[in-house]
């Protein structure tokens, strides 16, 4: 019973030792990357108890067998058999019982951090998700206007239903702690409540092929306010589009072009549209050609009949837009300079 005690002593102390280190790495209450949303708080919660188990558990391990290496190793001289050991019934049921309870009691926690977490808000925000590769496009139909980057107010829980136009992706803001799968032919829901104003990223958490690491776009959370200035805007930009250069560059939001290809020459998965009409082009087959109207449209039409050289095929799917869609989205691309 003597080393019973000892070892129960040893084991709470060495609990209690292996979460302050782990603590004080960052890893138990203090997560980074930093919480910025209602939810997160939570998950939080959910992993400090899950790092308290995990501290007991190993103590449980590593304490009963450095003490037995310790005080129950063979004697110099001594050369009897140790004791025979038949089993103890009692200890059998206690490590039988005892992680029983524990899941069962993480399973009650599991399952109310899943209902705080997809607690409806009837007066909740909808923003519908459009996925493909390599790139995120956010349109808000409460005001008619796309855009590539997710603006949120700050405490106002918002509906996000995501689609995806090719294959799986998976909706995911670290800061935010939720992820959610983004699944062809399905409309799925994220519901999150920002509460933390600051700039993030939306990323990718499936890998979705080549450029699966690029698959990033701002997300800004702001005041009310902010939000209210920022919708007036992006609807004045919308009202001023009516022109074809301007319905160009809606269709180049909305269909996801400018997540691989830049306006302003920065490199990204294809060729820049920056001050590319009417340049020569160097191809994969060590040919040029001129981006002129016919170039820009048969790209639009079919991507891998002319490969940029520097720039691998198959990545860029064929578009299903009709002519005036296609002449418009040229007009916007005229216009990088």
């Known amino acids: 019973m003597y080393h019973f005690v000892i070892v129960g002593v040893l084991v709470i102390l060495m609990t209690i030792l292996t979460y302050m280190g782990i603590d004080a790495v960052g890893l138990a209450r203090h997560m980074n990357p930093v919480s910025a949303s209602a939810q997160a708080v939570f998950v939080d919660q959910m992993w400090h108890w899950e790092i308290w188990v995990i ?37 059998e049921i ?111 958490a499936e890998l979705c092929g080549t450029s699966h690491a690029y698959m990033e776009n701002p997300l800004v959370v702001t005041s009310q ?14 009202a001023a589009s009516k022109t074809p250069e301007g319905q160009g560059k809606v269709l180049a939001t909305s269909n996801g072009c400018v997540g691989c290809h830049s306006a302003d020459g920065t490199k990204l998965t294809g060729p820049t549209w920056f001050d590319l009409f009417g340049s020569e082009v160097p191809l994969a087959d060590g040919t040029t050609t001129t981006a002129d109207e016919a170039y820009l449209a048969e790209s639009i039409k079919d991507p891998n009949v002319k490969v940029v050289e520097g720039f691998p095929a198959n990545v860029m799917p064929a578009f299903s837009l009709t002519d005036e869609e296609i002449s418009n989205i040229i007009a916007y691309i005229k216009t990088l300079k």
């Open 225 to 238: 306010a902010d939000y209210d200035a920022w919708v007036q805007e992006q609807i004045a930009i919308a």
């Open 55 to 91: 501290s007991f558990l190993f103590s449980l391990i590593v304490v009963p067998l450095v003490y037995s290496l310790i005080f129950f190793r063979q004697k110099k001289g001594e050369m009897k058999d140790g004791e025979h050991v038949e089993g103890n019934t009692q200890l």
């Open 94 to 204: 206690a490590w039988t019982i005892m992680p029983l309870i524990i899941v069962v009691i993480f399973a009650y926690f599991g399952a109310y951090t899943l209902g705080e977490e997809r607690r409806v808000d009837p007066n909740a925000m909808v923003i519908n998700v459009k996925a493909q590769q390599f790139t995120w496009t956010f349109e808000y139909p409460q005001y008619g206007f796309f855009s590539s980057e997710l603006h949120l107010p700050v405490d106002q829980q918002v509906v996000l239903k995501m689609e995806s136009a090719d294959v799986i992706h998976s909706f995911w803001v670290p800061e935010f702690r939720l992820k959610q799968d983004v699944v062809p032919g399905r409309t799925t829901e994220y519901r999150i409540t920002p509460d933390l104003e600051g700039s993030y990223k939306v990323r990718c």
